[in-house]
Structure formats: C-alpha cells, structure tokens
C-alpha cells in the first residue's frame, strides 16, 4: 500500500522537476511572465483613462490570466507532452498514480505564474505610479493559499479531459478569454448576460478572483470570504473526484488502445 | 514458483483507416504465446521487426492489456494485480526517448527513484553506485540532452536499477547503439545476471541472444516457433551446412531458382551495398557448392565459403518456417 507520505513527496518532487524544466521553456516564460505583463499594461492605460483607483484590480486580475493561461496550455497537455517525449509509459509503468505527478507539476505552474501577479504589481506601481495597497493583507494571502489548491485542482482536470475527449484540445485556444471574463478576471462578471452566471459560479477561478479582488479592495466580511474558500475547497474536492474518474478511464483506455506511447 | 508465467496470450490491435469509408482492421500481434521462466533465468525472446516481442512486454509490464489469456509476473496477475507487478519490476524501452531531457542525469535517477518510492537516504546512497555501474558518474551533472545514445540507454539501465527490481524487462536495450556502447552495455547486463535478477531480453542480435541468455524463445508472427538454450536451437541446423557466396546483382528470378533446388534447404539474401550475400543451407556441405555455382547463370560471384551453422542459421531456419516444431 503506498502511503500518504511518499505520494506528498512524490508530488513536491514532481513540482520541483516542473520547475526546473519549466525555466528553459520560453512558452512557458512567454505565458506566465511576458503576457500578464502585457495584459496589465493595457489594462492599466485604458483604467487610467477613465480615472478611480483600479490598479490593484488590474494587478490581480492579470496574475489570474497568468495562472489560467499557464494552466491551460502547460496542465493542459502534461499528459500529451509525456507522451510525445517518451515518458508517459515510463510513468504509467511505476508504482506512483499518474495522477500525483499530474498534480504536482500543477503545483509548480501556479506558484510559477503567481510570480506573474508580482510583476503586474511592480509594473503598475513603477510605470503607471498607482499607489497599490491590499486593503485586507491577511485575507488576501490566505486566498492565495486557497487559490494554489483551486487552481491544482482545476488543472488536474484538464489533462485527462483533453486527453479523453480531443474535441476539447482543439478549442484549448478558444478557451483561453471566455475563462479570463467568466470568472471575473479583468471586469466583474455582473457585466455578463445573467444565463452565463452559473457557469462561472461552477468554476473555481470565479471565487478565486472574487475573494483577491474583494481583500485587495477591503471589501470582504466573514461571510463572503467563508462562501469564496468554501466553494473553492468544494469544487476542488469535485474536480479531484471527476479527474481521478477521468485518469481511470483515460489509462484503462490508452491500454486496450495502445496509445500510452508513439511507436 | 516461475518469474513469468505465460499462458496463451493473445493481443490484436485495431487499426482503423479512411474518413468517409471507414474501415476497420485487426492485426494479430501476439498470437497464443506460453512460455515460463525461472527466478533468476536470462530468457531471451528473439524474433524479427513486427514479431511480437514489444507487444509481449508492454503486455508484462501492464503498459498494454492482452486480448485473451493470462500473465502473471512474480506470482501477481498482469491485468488484476497491475500495481503489484509494477512495484516489483523495472524496464527499458530501446531508444533514447523516456528521460527529461533538460534535467541532468542525476536529477532524472532522483525524480523516478521517488516516483519507486525509494526512500530519500536509500537514493542519495543509491544512485551514486548504480552511476558508478554504467559508467556516468562523471556525467551526472550535466543536462540528459547532451549524452550521446549510448549514454542515454546507460542512463535508462540505472533507472530500471533505482529501485532494485526482481525482475527486468530489457526491450532490445542495444538497438542503434555504437559497437563500444553496445558492448558496456551487455556488460552491465551481464553484472546483473549475476546479482541473480530475472531478466526478460528482447533482441533481433543473435549474437547477443546466444551471448547472454539461458533460454530462447523465437518468436515470429506473434508466435513462438522454438523455445529452447541456445545450443538446443543450434541443434535445429546441426545436419546443415551453410554456403555463404558473395554476388554482384543477383536477379530475383535467379534467386528463386536456387531457393527451389533440391539441395537447399532455406535461403537467405542479405544487401550489402552494390553485393548480396546469399546464404545457403543445404545437408550437402561443400557437395552442393559445384551445383550452386553452376545454377548462379553467369552471375558475378565474390568469395565463396562453407562453414558451421551458427543459431543465427537456426534463427533464420525458424522463421522461414522450413522448422516448425519446437
């Protein structure tokens, strides 16, 4: 029985070699650092425009663009990219579920692309002169933490789904905004048509943002913050469950077909 | 109780063609193959492209799920016991790819001894030594992307090593490898031959084959023709002679001619650049060389020699299917 102990070590190990190998990927440098930024530039001039204190929305809203893109493109296809470079049978060959080195490469994306939130913060504050303060500093980084588990937990989701259903990864760029605007990124999401709420609401980035941008502006209570982490702990629970079905069928699947490597 | 037990395993892909008209295909890889072997036995399965050995393994080693029959691999059932099985082995794949690339060497041992669960202090103690047995212990901080093939396939032995596995599956472990790296590396198999690891080896080397295993099972056609030592399967040709004559542009028509005279028993061409060399069996010996030449109808002929069946002449003779049995 493996215990719970070497999978934890598993996944901070995988999270690690994620790390290291992420740093010489210029996508993955492109993605977590150079686009936020560019987001965040063009936010902040249209913001400064049109006058008010949204720097800090801008800042945090570009970092979470930074996650999701990171997550999409990065998480998105960790299954494919094993495959591609021999490794996925390797893998499937261990002892260790695919599911925790899965995981923890997630882990490494999002603390990676968190660094994206700070650079749209040095560049709001350098460039454009906000005077950027998190009103509710202590909430926030507690968000922070629950965003990490959200947004892993998200993101093992992906793989599989793109994996057991390709008709999704050919939409994986058409999926990159409709998640920037459904989940409140750059612009609250009462700006949406009023069908389109649920859907945010049954993603965990939606909460993620919502509970940021609340501390960032002083205005979560208890009673928001407890609705935002909850949901995000719940829906995080879900996507484990729905992804730990999907890693089953996906590798039950790609055994019966065959498709574990590329001969 | 046996390492492997094989029992009728059979493994059909289906291969699907066309947009509009569909058509789907079945292509029999492995076609009712039983074979055992013992704890601590070298078994080589030995078969040309396409034969069925990868198929065999992937089935072994769970990566792949087998059409029928069963498997069991250290006592635990391939299919049910999957998780079982795959603590107690390790495998390679032939080929450089199945490494991080950008990590160094040392990096890639310490990811995949946690992904065995080795324990911390086990692996920083570990994998120096198994560094040591495959020669990189000078090479281990730099970037996988910089080894050479050889190097690579080393790196892939130390891997399957990490977690000190009962029993390897080595999946033609020398394939595209240099003469030198080829020869470290039968010799890091032989090293653990003789820790008494199981070892499954696939290779179309005869050389190799008879070189390093205890047993033989050729495979051909996802069936297994002979199993046997590799002197047994010498014994398949020991009535035979073999005549080796160098041509010059042999034409087809030619050499089905000389396939069909009553003295050869099977018949095989190898290209070598602007020559071919023909390899005859016959029970005649060097009789049959006068007739042989008479019947090359003025081809250009090179050296001529008669010499001894070696088990590459069985090898050959099996899977032309002029033997059988087994």
Redesign the interface.
Known sequence: M?RLR?LV??AL??AE?GL??AA??AFVIFAVFVQPLIIAVLGLFMLRERGGDYGMFVVVGSGLTGLWSSLLFVSGNAITTERW???L????????PLWV?VLGKNLAHVLQSLGSMVLAYVAASLLFGYPLTIAQPVPFLISLVFIVISFVCFGLLLSPLFIVNPDVQRFQNGLEYPIYILCGFLFPILLLPGWTNPVSYALSPYWAARALHAAAAGEATAASLALDWGLMLALGAAYIALSAFLFKRLL?KA????T??FQ | MNAIKVDDLHRT??VRTGIIRRSVKHVVAVDGISFEVQPGELFGLLGPNGAGKTTTV?ML?????PTSGTASVAGYDVVRQG?QV??R?G?I?G?E???????NGY?NL???A????VE?DVARRRIPELLELVGLEDRADEKVEGYSRGMKQRLHVA?TLLHDPEILFLDEPTIGLDPVGARQLRQVIRDMQQERKTILLTTHYMFEADALCDRIGVIDHGKIVALDTPEGLKRHVSDLSVIEVEVYGIPPETVDQIRNLPFVDTLAVEDRDQRQALRVQTPRGSEAVPDLMASLNGVRVGRVQVREPTLEDAYVRLVSGVDGSG
Not at chain 1, 89 to 96: F, I
Not at chain 1, 255 to 258: G, L
Request: proline share 3%.
């Open positions: 493996i070497q070590r598993v190990l995988s070699m290291r190998h010489t990927d470079t021999g490794t049978e390797v893998l499937v060959g261990m002892p260790t080195v039950d055994r019966r077909d065959a574990l490597g | 892909y289906t992937k080693t769970t990566l792949l799920l998780q795959r603590q082995i495998f794949f080929g790819r199945g490494l991080y690339w950008r990590l990096d310490r990811y995949f946690s992904l065995y669960h911390p891997r």
